[in-house]
Nanobody
Framework: QVHLVESGGGLVQAGGSLRLSCAAS????????MGWFRQAPGKEREFVAA????????DYADFVKGRFTISRENAKNTVYLQMNNLKREDTAVYYC????????????????WGQGTQVTVSS
């Protein structure tokens, strides 16, 4: 069991940056693969980025490649999403999620979810 709490969202101008954090409870955080997803109003939740338990393997959705970076600090039970060069279309609620097994792109394969943090990008 793991409990996830996101933070770091807010309002930013296009071209700006934000860093999201996801703090996890539990002693076995390092065993979980972690992912970031987002959901804009009226749209389905979509994959953004994922990272392996060691941090040695990462994967990104095409629309964030080169702009977003996922990382983790297992000693702090925390995963991060550094978001640079933000665009208006990045506006969404961002969720972190955890699962056992390999890195995954699919919402249904993640067992644990945070409550989300709002990111709003203005022009």
């Amino acid at each position: 069991q793991v409990h996830l709490v996101e933070s770091g969202g807010g309002l930013v101008q296009a071209g700006g940056s934000l860093r999201l954090s996801c703090a996890a409870s539990g002693r076995t955080f390092s065993r979980y693969r972690m992912g970031w997803f987002r959901q804009a109003p009226g749209k389905e939740r979509e994959f953004v980025a994922a990272i392996s338990w060691s941090g040695g393997s990462t994967d990104y959705a095409d629309f964030v490649k080169g702009r977003f970076t996922i990382s983790r600090e297992n000693a702090k039970n925390t995963v991060y999403l550094q978001m640079n060069n933000l665009k208006r279309e990045d506006t969404a609620v961002y969720y972190c999620a955890a699962r056992y097994g390999s890195v995954s792109y699919y919402v249904a394969e993640y067992a644990y979810w945070g409550q989300g943090t709002q990111v709003t990008v203005s022009s």
